[in-house]
């Protein structure tokens, strides 16, 4: 019915039309994304992070199988984004990644404690907020809230307003690194393949060590999670590389034996 709709009404008709019904499926959620305290001290934050890194490269570290493989060490005085569990390789590694990022519900909700326990600059969807203890918490404590959705595709180029998750947490850094102004953002343990198959965005729930990261903690036995989307990933990937490119910057995919055919790939050796 919606291809049907959309070979009938002209383009820039349908185009105004999905933005209004992307706009209503939103609206409820906009007053207190604009106007709630903890949102407006994240405004705040972020405003303070825009383009503060003009000029300098980024690492974004995936949580896939192939970081076993990487030689993170090499990234400890480079600026790195991890996402979700990375918090897991921490001691391993010696070093934690300048900042990181969740925005899945089922993720923040089993892990909140370890995320209010790490100390670096942290950015959370705004819908987790009802997972964070109203007190106490201090403002050290208190991440920045992204105001993220899941429909209406676009790249931000300032975050501090809308962001379309695009599937993946991975977008959501790609956006991040772009209003702070990083020139050039590298991709590691971005694998794009997953072991575990079945519907997108399926919950299911962990039956034993988890095969699809680079710890077998990482969604355990008993964790809730979603199957990812695939396809809508490389929507959003193929959106942010368009975004770099007309700004004179660039993507590159230095993962091991990734998956991903978005981005030009490098290798990751050769960056040092």
């Known amino acids: 019915m919606k291809n049907t709709l959309k070979s009938l009404i002209p ?18 959620s906009m007053p207190a994304a604009y106007l709630h305290p903890w949102r407006r001290q994240s405004m705040d934050a972020l405003a303070e992070l825009k383009d503060k890194y003009k000029g300098e490269r980024c690492f974004i570290i995936g949580n896939g199988p192939s970081l076993r493989k990487t030689d993170v060490s090499k990234l400890k005085n480079e600026y790195t984004f991890g996402m979700n569990r990375i918090y897991l390789a921490f001691e391993e590694w010696g070093f934690q990644t300048s900042f ?8 923040i909700e089993q892990c909140v404690d370890d995320f ?7 950015f959370f969807s705004w819908r987790s907020h009802k997972f964070f203890p109203k007190s106490p918490i201090t403002d050290s404590q208190l991440p920045a809230f992204l105001y993220t959705t899941y429909s209406g595709e676009k790249f931000a180029e300032d975050v501090r307003y809308r962001v379309w998750e695009g599937a993946t947490v991975t977008n959501v850094c790609l956006q991040l690194a772009y209003h702070m102004g990083f020139e050039q953002v590298i ?40 199957l990812p989307d695939l396809d809508m990933s490389e929507i959003a990937y193929a959106m942010a590389r368009i975004n770099y490119e007309k700004d004179g910057r660039e993507i590159l995919d230095a993962t091991i034996g990734g998956k991903l ?7 990751y050796d050769s960056l040092f």
């Open 11 to 28: 383009s820039p008709l349908w185009r105004i039309a999905r933005s209004a019904v992307i706009a209503a499926q939103n609206f409820p």
């Open 100 to 107: 990181l990022a969740s925005v899945n519900d089922l993720v």
């Open 116 to 122: 209010l326990a790490l100390d670096m600059p942290r």
């Open 187 to 226: 991709l590691i343990g971005v694998d794009h393949n997953f072991t575990s198959k079945g519907d997108a965005n399926k919950t299911v729930v962990s039956d034993g060590d988890d095969p699809n990261h680079f710890d077998p903690r990482y969604f355990g036995k008993g964790f809730r999670w979603q």
């Open 261 to 267: 055919t978005i981005f030009n790939k490098v290798d």
